[in-house]
């Protein structure tokens, strides 16, 4: 039956038996289409038509016959088959066809096939995914802060301390949560954050995520701890990614890595500055986990980082014209200093609560650190953004785009690549939903007039925005 890419575009409008002539004869939709025992259809982007009738968004259309099946595209739109009877929601989707836009009212489809976990409706879902896929020591190594976790739980504590002030009786018919960031218009404000040691969560690893963010349109940072390695991710992506550079070496070893970076088509490189030490995680500790990024190869030059300080980053801005991005950022005298560098992107973020513990929540610093900086340099944050009412507030308090690590890294460990896609997708609903429901249209209208304090209503903590899964904290 050949290669589904090698048969090229074809015309959905046809018989679906012909159309399962184009894809693997390993896929079971088709298989059970052309048995006549039926299969989903279901829209995951745009609107579709079945035989006449709209695809209920996500939840889709039972087809049973094989002969006469037409299906009709509004707009450009994405459909995965699933089988019937229906799986629950972690089905693997057997094929997924996008139909290109602008190619008139029957449109052509390509397959592009694989897994997709299409039935997540909320993040919360994915969550719990992600907690049932990953081992204790996995889990702990993604979730985990350091010590006594105050400063992972104060990261929290922080964005439910924030209420939202909505303005009513607003044309919010159009909404675009698009913006700029680092020279690319961005789907969304928000970056995948660096994280190391991804192939801990999925085999796709950093492979996935970044290929994930390519596809929905946001740049990706990708650590230099991570698996796997840049060279093997640049070709993949379309989109300049930010390498970021833990350094274990002089300023010769940076110009390598720049260099790596640079041929793999990356736009920017981001230094991490808040690990001069690694911090005591004790959920790794207490049970004598060592992750990759803790493992011999990679301590033996851990020096070069503890020492590394402004100096090196002037000498790195008399060497390289590149973008330079500064993790790790939690005063506004440090902003300050940083900004007086020519750093380009401050990055607000105290390690998702993973290094220093007893610091602050990010989201309470930012406000000095936007004050410091006074448009002079763009503001990047993280630190506990699992909602996009989240993102929303970080914006209206000077942000230009918000780091997302942990959640990103859930995404993935409940679904892979498709799990990431499947995490902004639905980020992106609750985006649109909050700034319409807020009276705002675009991310840029947004200011602090939008915010005000307000109480918790749960006793915070990583994944107290997820209150409906119950998941039991072992800790180790
Ligand atoms: C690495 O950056 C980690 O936090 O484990």
Redesign the pocket.
């Known amino acids: 039956m050949g290669d589904p890419a090698a048969a090229g575009a074809l015309h959905i409008h046809q018989d679906v038996a012909l159309l399962a002539a184009y894809l693997d004869a390993g896929c079971p939709s088709f298989y059970h289409l052309a048995a006549g025992r039926g299969a989903y259809l279901v829209p995951t982007r745009g609107t579709i038509e079945v035989n006449g009738t709209p695809a209920a968004p996500r939840s889709g259309t039972a087809v049973s016959r094989v002969d006469a099946l037409t299906i009709r595209a509004t707009d450009a739109a994405e459909i995965v088959l699933m089988d019937l009877p229906r799986p629950p929601r972690t089905a693997r989707v057997d094929a997924r066809l996008r139909l290109d836009e602008g190619a008139g009212p029957w449109l052509d489809a390509t397959s592009i096939g694989g897994a997709f976990m299409a039935d997540f409706q909320t993040l919360q879902e994915i969550a719990h995914a992600a907690r049932a896929n990953l081992a204790q020591s996995a889990w702990d ?1 993604l979730t985990g802060g350091g010590e006594s976790e105050t400063t992972l739980k104060r990261n929290r504590l922080g964005l439910d301390s924030i209420g939202l002030r909505p303005r009513v009786c607003r044309d919010v018919t159009q909404i675009d949560c698009s913006t700029e960031f680092l020279g690319q218009t961005v789907r969304l404000p928000v970056c995948i954050a ?4 991804l192939q801990l969560l999925e085999p796709a690893g950093a492979d996935g995520v970044v290929r994930a963010a390519d596809e929905f349109g946001i740049p990706a940072f990708l ?1 230099s ?1 991570t698996e796997p390695q840049i060279e093997d991710i640049g070709p993949q992506t379309n989109r300049p990614m930010v390498y970021q550079i ?1 350094v274990r070496g002089d300023d010769s070893w940076v110009a390598t890595f720049v260099k790596r970076a640079v041929n793999s088509g990356c736009g920017a490189v981001c230094f ?1 500055v808040d ?1 001069a030490l ?2 005591r ?1 004790e959920r790794d500790l207490m049970k004598r986990y060592r ?1 990759p ?2 493992q011999a190869g990679d301590l033996a030059a851990f020096h070069f980082q503890t020492a590394w300080n402004w100096d090196n980053v002037k000498r790195f801005k008399d060497a390289h014209d590149i973008p330079l991005i500064i993790k790790g950022i939690a005063t506004a005298e440090d902003a300050e200093i940083a900004v007086e560098h020519g750093v380009d992107v401050i990055y607000v973020s105290n ?2 609560g ?2 220093l513990d007893h610091g602050c929540a990010t989201i309470d610093v930012l406000p000095e650190v936007a004050a410091a900086v006074a448009g002079r340099a763009k503001i990047m944050i993280d630190g506990g953004f699992m909602r996009g009412t989240d993102v929303v507030k970080a914006i209206a308090l000077g942000a230009h785009a918000v780091g997302l690590g942990k959640l990103i890294g859930m995404g993935l460990a409940g679904g892979g690549r498709e799990g990431v896609l499947r995490t902004l997708e639905i980020l992106e609903e609750e985006i649109t939903t909050a700034l319409g429901l807020m009276g705002v249209t675009r991310f840029d209208e947004l200011g602090s007039s939008f915010l005000r304090s307000a109480s918790p209503v749960v006793q915070p903590h990583l994944l107290s925005p997820f209150p409906f899964i119950n998941f039991t904290d072992k800790g180790y």
């Open positions: 190594y660096p994280m190391g040691s650590s701890l833990y991490t690990l690694y911090g995680r992750p990024t803790r390690h998702g993973r290094q």
